[in-house]
C-alpha cells in the first residue's frame, strides 16, 4: 500500500471517531445491559411507561423520547417599492430548518424481568440512537460497578448499602 493511500486511510479512520455519537454507543450498550433487569427497577428508573401491552406471559413496556431542534437557514427581503422618489417597503424573511428525531424503546419482560430491548422510530421523525439514550441513561446507572461503559457515563451511581 502507498502513503498517499496509507495516509488517506488514516485521515478516514480519524473522520469517523471525531464524528462518535457517546449517547449512541451508550443506548446501544444498553440493549445488553439491561437484560436482566428487574420490573420494579425499570419503572423506578426509566418512569411509567408511555404504553404498554401483555401477550403469552411477556410484558411490553414501549417509552418515547422526542426533540425537535431549529436550524437558522438564510435571510431575504420581502416587500416591494412604490415608485421613483417614494422609496420602498419590506421586511426580513428567515429561513428556518425543522428537524424532529424520536425513539420508541420497547422492554420486553418475562418473568418479572428485562428479557430484551429494541429500538425503534415514531411516525414523522427521523429515529436516533442517541435520542434512545434519554429513556435508557438513568437505567444505566443502575448497572453493576463492573459493568464496562462506552463513552458518555451515566449519572452518579447510588450509594452501595452498608453490610
Not at 128 to 149: I, S
Amino acid at each position: 500500500m502507498s502513503l498517499g493511500r496509507t495516509l488517506r486511510a488514516l485521515a478516514g479512520v480519524a473522520l469517523l471517531v471525531a464524528c462518535a455519537n457517546p449517547a449512541a454507543d451508550q443506548a446501544l450498550y444498553a440493549q445488553s445491559a439491561l437484560v436482566g433487569m428487574p420490573k420494579a427497577t425499570l419503572l423506578s428508573c426509566a418512569g411509567v411507561p408511555d404504553r404498554q401491552a401483555t401477550a403469552d406471559n411477556q410484558e411490553f413496556f414501549t417509552y418515547r423520547s422526542g426533540r425537535i431542534t431549529s436550524y437558522p437557514g438564510s435571510v431575504g427581503m420581502w416587500g416591494g417599492h412604490w415608485g421613483p422618489g417614494w422609496g420602498g417597503w419590506g421586511y426580513p424573511v428567515y429561513d428556518v430548518d425543522i428537524r424532529s428525531t424520536t425513539c420508541e424503546a420497547t422492554f420486553t419482560l418475562r418473568g418479572g424481568a428485562v428479557e430484551r430491548l429494541v429500538y425503534g422510530g415514531a411516525p414523522g421523525g427521523a429515529s436516533t440512537l442517541g435520542q434512545c439514550y434519554h429513556v435508557v441513561g438513568n437505567c444505566l446507572a443502575q448497572v453493576p460497578h463492573g459493568a464496562p461503559q462506552v463513552g458518555l457515563q451515566p449519572g452518579p451511581r447510588p450509594a452501595a448499602p452498608a453490610p
